[in-house]
């Protein structure tokens, strides 16, 4: 059963879906994205330095962040806030521990407000439980 179609309604569905992509290809490479894009890749980044020099990291450690995601492990996240960034994931020193969560909050200038991380005090150098922005939550 072959239905023919009008002449105005191949027109109209033309029209609709060169509409429907020409929206959807213009949204998605819109300067304004872009630049939302690369400014959280930079506050990403900081947040991972900052991560791993406050905490003393050893270099076996694996940061999953919104740039790194991996899902079997939970949902990361960088949310713009107040004028600054929180930034969410998650970390483990070595394969045999178990993935534990971060969250950082930064200023505008992408300095360190805050930084709380899961795990254990007794896992931390003495330098970092003294800081007064460091909150370590079991």
Known sequence: MNKKYTLGQIIFALTVGFLAATSVYFSSTSPDITIQREREEAVIQQSEKLFITILQMPNTTQIIHPLNPDRDVGKSYVYPLDGGWQISGFYRRNQNEEW???LINLDKSLKLIDLRV???????DEDVL???NVIIVP
Request: charged residues 40%; proline residues 0%.
């Open 100 to 102: 534990r969560a971060w």
């Open 118 to 124: 899961q795990g254990l005090i007794s896992e931390f």
């Open 130 to 132: 003294k800081k007064d």
